[in-house]
T-cell receptor
Framework: DSGVTQTPKHLITATGQRVTLRCSPR?????VYWYQQSLDQGLQFLIQ???????AKGNILERFSAQQFPDLHSELNLSSLELGDSALYFC????????????FGPGTRLTVL | AQSVTQLGSHVSVSEGALVLLRCNYS??????LFWYVQYPNQGLQLLLK??????LVKGINGFEAEFKKSETSFHLTKPSAHMSDAAEYFC??????????FGAGTRLTVKP
């Protein structure tokens, strides 16, 4: 158990809808990362937050947004969903130590029908 | 920016055979290097990491990796494969603090 929790585990929704994925980092970790994993694209970095502020952006679509709250949990919002958004979404956290070791949650499997 | 290349998207070995998963990196500064494993329907789990101490790093489940600066490599090995090693393996490189880049992954199949 990495100490990172994600909810829900599974999510099935329809095209055009909006969903929110939630992540709670390990106790004490200030950085949260979001990744998308799909069969055709592999593991893609989406966005990072550090202590409530956006720190780095990867291949995140404009339809997607995220935030990190004062209690350090984070939410990833996906809107105007398309079939191609079906994927596993992982959250990871790190203590922001120099080596940047990341601890991954179990993921949320999103299916868009 | 740093990057990682994993040679071979699929590797198949027989049970008891040597496992060798290849990773080459590119970095402008001394890197931190990681191997993660992902079992089916699970998140990524750290196998081992190199942080500029010993060049031969031992990880969990009998895996080890050797940092070779001259070859910019960080290959993952295990002397004897077990059926339970079947998974996807990701190499990653960090130049410190925020930025970590993952390779495309190598799927390891272990044949009985």
């Amino acid at each position: 158990d990495s100490g990172v929790t994600q909810t829900p585990k599974h999510l099935i929704t329809a095209t055009g809808q909006r969903v929110t994925l939630r992540c709670s980092p390990r106790s004490g970790d200030l950085s949260v990362y979001w990744y998308q994993q799909s069969l055709d694209q592999g593991l893609q970095f989406l966005i990072q937050y550090y202590n409530g502020e956006e720190r780095a952006k990867g291949n995140i679509l404009e339809r997607f947004s995220a935030q990190q709250f004062p209690d350090l949990h984070s939410e990833l919002n996906l809107s105007s969903l398309e079939l191609g958004d079906s994927a596993l979404y992982f959250c990871a956290s790190s203590s922001h130590d120099r080596d940047n070791e990341q601890f991954f949650g179990p993921g949320t499997r999103l299916t868009v029908l | 920016a740093q990057s990682v290349t994993q040679l071979g998207s699929h590797v198949s070995v027989s049970e008891g055979a040597l496992v060798l998963l290849r990773c080459n990196y590119s970095s402008s500064v001394p890197p931190y290097l990681f191997w993660y494993v992902q079992y089916p329907n699970q998140g990524l789990q750290l196998l081992l990491k190199y942080t500029s101490a010993a060049t031969l790093v031992k990880g969990i489940n009998g895996f080890e990796a050797e940092f070779k600066k001259s070859e910019t490599s960080f290959h993952l090995t295990k002397p004897s494969a077990h059926m339970s090693d079947a998974a996807e393996y990701f190499c990653a490189v960090s130049e410190g603090f925020d930025d970590m880049r993952f390779g495309a992954g190598t799927r390891l199949t272990v044949k009985p």
